[in-house]
T-cell receptor, first 112, second 116 residues
Framework: DQQVKQNSPSLSVQEGRISILNCDYT??????FLWYKKYPAEGPTFLIS?????DKNEDGRFTVFLNKSAKHLSLHIVPSQPGDSAVYFC???????????FGTGTRLQVFP | KAGVTQTPRYLIKTRGQQVTLSCSPI?????VSWYQQTPGQGLQFLFE???????NKGNFPGRFSGRQFSNSRSEMNVSTLELGDSALYLC???????????????FGSGTRLTVV
């Protein structure tokens, strides 16, 4: 049973525009959500996280939104840059555990 | 500061053999987690160690085991290798409970295991 789902395997966005990556989850016990970026042959790199007590968190060009009632989170990248092209994973964790449940990833391509 | 170091980077093993992978966390980090990444399943949690104790375990068979040493370095062992064990094995480290959530775990570059 996939507790964290990224239903879009790929996304293509023009440079300078907004990229919106989506993630849905089923486990209401998740209390922390994270986004990671991954290049081939490298480990995932942490981007941004959000606690379940918040609905928005910003860090530079990256903003994560959490809608607990819909069990949905999204990552907004504004403006998108070619260097953002990578696979993006969302992940979730239950309270007081260090176990991350990952989605299957969305491949983002930013073209000039 | 040095990042998370995983050795070896690449490994080819024969079905039925066993393998040991190593992970050195960031200095001061006491939590080490292991993940398996495959094209079909994405990243799946194997287990997590904190201060030499396994705190969390994923849904993998007993052929997958791990341990953590007093210096927080961790090893993962897979016995009786199967073709389906071919994957990228990633470890991640953090200070401990919830600290990893605020700042995100730091991942190593992984060990690419190929079973033939």
């Amino acid at each position: 049973d996939q507790q964290v789902k990224q239903n879009s395997p790929s996304l293509s966005v023009q440079e300078g525009r907004i990229s919106i990556l989506n993630c849905d989850y089923t486990n209401s016990m998740f209390d922390y959500f994270l986004w990671y970026k991954k290049y081939p042959a490298e480990g995932p790199t942490f981007l941004i996280s959000i606690s379940s007590i918040k609905d928005k968190n910003e860090d530079g060009r990256f903003t994560v939104f959490l809608n607990k009632s819909a069990k949905h989170l999204s990552l907004h990248i504004v403006p998108s840059q070619p260097g953002d092209s990578a696979v993006y994973f969302c992940a979730a964790s239950e309270i007081n555990t260090d176990k991350l449940i990952f989605g299957t990833g969305t491949r983002l391509q930013v073209f000039p | 500061k040095a990042g998370v170091t995983q050795t070896p980077r690449y490994l080819i093993k024969t079905r039925g053999q066993q393998v040991t992978l190593s992970c050195s966390p960031i200095s001061g980090h006491r939590s080490v987690s292991w993940y398996q990444q495959t094209p079909g399943q994405g990243l799946q949690f194997l287990f997590e160690y904190f201060s030499e104790t396994q705190r969390n375990k994923g849904n993998f068979p007993g052929r997958f085991s791990g341990r953590q040493f007093s210096n927080s370095r961790s090893e993962m062992n897979v016995s009786t290798l199967e073709l389906g064990d071919s994957a990228l094995y990633l470890c991640a480290s953090s200070w401990g409970v919830n600290d990893g959530m605020d700042y995100g775990y730091t991942f190593g570059s992984g060990t690419r295991l190929t079973v033939v």
